[in-house]
């Protein structure tokens, strides 16, 4: 009798035990599930938030900016102009006033800015956007607005400046002239990360880096503004590329953590990226 007792004890212990795990996991799952995803810059007291996909693609024409050696001003007004045009969304359409505009930009194939494929083309876009804008004299003093229209030729050349602080907000961070202003509020990946995948998004974005990879990190010898554009490039891009790590100048961004930045264990002269481990 006693011996039945006691198995049927240890089989409640089991049973809740089970069940404690069971209910840990499900709170976990729930709370991963439960991850507002978002990407937020700071300025000040200021801070402006975009989707993860929108961060992304401020990311690139930020990025597009700091290879071409332009001001940090140049983002801002891209930036203001692509958010006004598209929502940072590279779109297959256009809309009443421009039925033939595309992408980032919505730029019109009718008006010049090249094939429908190229405009859908973000780096592309990025450029010719570019292009127009070192064309205008005086354009790093001008409101945001008239250096977009000049660019752009809006029908509604106002609605820029709406768009001006966060622009303003983002390119300081994705330029690196702000340091730890950019922060993404993640899940955790679904699937292992790719180090080369790292390193091809780097050099669409920036030009050929001079990046090794160790592992699940890829380590490039920049420092100053170029270390923080790449770093906050990196986290802006943590979602699509499945980043869990990044290192800069002694601070690191830990996309399980959910805490931003915060000084580093082991501080590094090195940018460091590091990519999802495969499932065990």
């Known amino acids: 009798m006693r011996s039945l007792r006691r198995a049927v004890v ?31 810059a700071v300025v000040g007291t200021e ?6 996909d929108q ?29 006004q ?38 780096v592309y876009a990025a450029n010719a956007f570019y292009d127009g804008l070192v064309k205008i004299p005086g354009y790093e003093s001008m409101e945001v607005t008239q250096a977009a229209q000049a660019v752009q030729r809006s029908a509604f050349p106002r609605a820029y400046a709406q768009h001006e ?37 780097l050099t669409t974005a920036f030009g050929t880096q001079a990046a090794s990879v160790e592992g699940r990190s890829v380590r490039l010898n920049v420092t100053g503004t170029r270390a923080w554009a790449v770093g906050h490039w990196a986290v802006a891009n943590a979602k699509e590329l499945s980043i869990t790590q990044v290192d800069v100048a002694g601070q690191t961004w830990n996309r399980e953590k959910r805490n931003g930045w915060v000084p580093a264990a082991a501080p590094s002269e090195t940018v460091t990226i590091t990519v ?3 499932a065990t």
């Open 85 to 122: 045009e598209s929502q940072l969304r590279n779109i297959n359409y256009g809309d009443q006033a421009g039925p033939d505009s595309r992408g980032l930009f919505q730029q019109r194939p009718s008006q010049g800015w090249g094939t429908e494929a190229q405009v859908m083309d973000p």
């Open 55 to 83: 961060a992304a693609n401020a990311s690139l024409i930020t990025a597009i900016a700091v290879r071409r050696g332009l001001p940090p001003r140049a983002a801002s007004i891209a930036l203001a102009t692509a958010m």
């Open 165 to 201: 602080p966060m622009g303003r907000a983002f390119a300081s961070a994705l330029t690196g002239h702000s340091e730890s202003a950019l922060d993404c509020e993640l899940r955790m990946p679904g699937a292992a990360g790719d180090p080369s995948a790292v390193v091809k998004a």
């Open 10 to 40: 240890a089989v409640l212990a089991l049973a809740l035990v089970a069940g404690a795990v069971y209910a840990i996991v499900a709170v976990l799952q729930r709370s991963e599930t439960l991850v507002s995803e978002r990407c937020v």
């Open 47 to 52: 801070h402006y938030e975009l989707a993860t």
């Open 276 to 278: 999802s481990a495969p």
